[in-house]
Each structure stands twice: as structure tokens, then as C-alpha cells.
């Protein structure tokens, strides 16, 4: 019994002394696991902005363009977007474009803008011709679009198709390369 007293302090001491050390060496563990952390490749890949329900306009050079989308995406001055209604309405003439897009992308610096799956309108002078095409092309700096990949223009009279067109802000149209046309004659 004499030792009995001293032991049981010394093995006392031992344990706690043991429970320190596993609680450090936890400790560690969970610190060196945690430093140690890959950072989520899709977070790095995420956008800047994310916009739902996007509504703007803009005067352009005279020009009222609006611009609606579902989603729109920023990253780095590279715009995307989804379900998208472009207008462009001229003032004091009635003139108006208006494309829808299932999809676009625009360059922020350069005004470059493509939309893909696009259907639209244009009306002026009392006429309005319906368009198709898989994708359009806005350059800022020439102030035009170009249809690609199979362009349909029409209206109740006229059937224009071709590989290819143009629409300058102006409102000339042009259609490139192998052109089908169909009109109605009335007598």
C-alpha cells in the first residue's frame, strides 16, 4: 500500500499527459488537413456578376436599344446570356428590329456581339419581313449584322433565302450566295 498512493498520482499525470498529446496530435491532423485544401476548381471558374431577369436600355447614335434577357453571366469583359430580346427602335421614323436569341455572347470593350438560334423581325415603311437564322453577328465598329448558316427573310409576299446576310443600322439588307427568292404575282 505505501506505493499504491504515488503510482496512482504518476499514472494520473501520465494520462493527462497522454490526452494532451492526442489532443494535439488531433489538432494537427485537422490543421495540416485543412491547409492542405485544393480550392474547388468551379469556384475559381465562377463568373463576377450573375444578373437573373436582365432589363436595360441604351440611346445609341439617335437609336433606343433595349435589351432583355433570362440570365446573364460577366466574367473578365466577356458577357454571356440566355433567352434573349434585342430591340433597336428609330426614333422619329417607326423603324424597328427586334431579335430574339436562345443564346449570345457580347465582347464588353469591343461592342462585338454573336447570337445563336436567332428569329426576328423587321418593320419600316409599313412592311415587315420576319428572319431566321442559326446565328448573327454584330460588329460595332462596321454597324452591321451578319446572318450565318442558312438565312430565311420573309413576309406575305416575298421569300428571300440564302447562306448568308447583312443588315446594316442603317436598315439595307443583303443576302450572299446562293439566294432563292419566291413572290406572289397578283393578276
Do not use: Q
Not at 50 to 56: C, I, Q, R, Y
Not at 65 to 94: C, M, N, P, Q
Not at 112 to 118: D, F, G, I, R
Amino acid at each position: 500500500m505505501i506505493g499504491s498512493g504515488r503510482g496512482f498520482g504518476m499514472g494520473r499525470a501520465a494520462a493527462i499527459l497522454l490526452v494532451c498529446i492526442a489532443l494535439a496530435a488531433l489538432g494537427a491532423f485537422y490543421l495540416r488537413r485543412d491547409l492542405g485544401l485544393v480550392v474547388n476548381p468551379s469556384i475559381r471558374d465562377m463568373p463576377d456578376i450573375v444578373v437573373e431577369n436582365l432589363d436595360f436600355r441604351r440611346v445609341i447614335d439617335g437609336r433606343d436599344w433595349r435589351v432583355l434577357a433570362k440570365t446573364a453571366e460577366h466574367d473578365s469583359g466577356f458577357i454571356t446570356a440566355s433567352s434573349i430580346d434585342i430591340s433597336v427602335a428609330e426614333g422619329d421614323s417607326g423603324e424597328v428590329a427586334r431579335l430574339y436569341a436562345r443564346s449570345g455572347e457580347l465582347v464588353e470593350n469591343e461592342g462585338n456581339m454573336a447570337l445563336h438560334s436567332v428569329r426576328g423581325t423587321l418593320s419600316a415603311r409599313g412592311r415587315s419581313l420576319d428572319i431566321s437564322a442559326p446565328r448573327a453577328d454584330y460588329s460595332d465598329a462596321d454597324r452591321i449584322w451578319t446572318l450565318s448558316g442558312g438565312v430565311l427573310v420573309r413576309d406575305s409576299e416575298v421569300r428571300l433565302k440564302g447562306d448568308t446576310a447583312r443588315i446594316s443600322i442603317e436598315g439595307v439588307l443583303s443576302i450572299d450566295t446562293e439566294v432563292e427568292a419566291r413572290w406572289k404575282i397578283e393578276r
